[in-house]
């Protein structure tokens, strides 16, 4: 069992930057790959960042590469994603999700999660 729980939420300027973090509890956290996913209302759920169970290897979604950046401490059981030059397209509720497996085959595939958080709310104003 494996309980997720998100924070770092909020509203910024388009152009800012937040850094969103996912605590863990369950003692397989740290063989598991983590992924990041967003859903905007009305839309379905997207992926943005994935990180393997070492933190050796990350991918990310073309829509935010090179702006956020995912990352995982196994010590605190946290999965981090910084996000920078926010844009207004980015707002979203964000999830952290926690792979069934060490690393991925197809990380936008929502069936490849059996664990997930409550989310947390993005919002980039103009």
């Known amino acids: 069992q494996v309980q997720l729980v998100e924070s770092g939420g909020g509203l910024v300027q388009a152009g800012g930057s937040l850094r969103l973090s996912c605590a863990a509890s369950?003692?397989?956290?740290?063989?598991?790959?983590m992924g990041w996913f967003r859903q905007a209302p009305g839309k379905e759920r997207e992926f943005v960042a994935i990180?393997?169970?070492?933190?050796?290897?990350?991918y990310d979604a073309d829509s935010v590469k090179g702006r956020f950046t995912i990352s995982r401490d196994n010590a605190k059981n946290t999965v981090y994603l910084q996000m920078n030059s926010l844009r207004t397209e980015d707002s979203s509720v964000y999830y952290c999700a926690a792979s069934r497996d060490l690393g991925w085959s197809n990380p936008s595939r929502l069936s490849d999660y059996d664990y997930w958080g409550q989310g947390t709310q993005v919002t980039v104003s103009s």
């Open positions: 990180i393997s169970w070492s933190g050796g290897s990350t």
């Open positions: 369950g003692r397989t956290f740290s063989s598991r790959a």
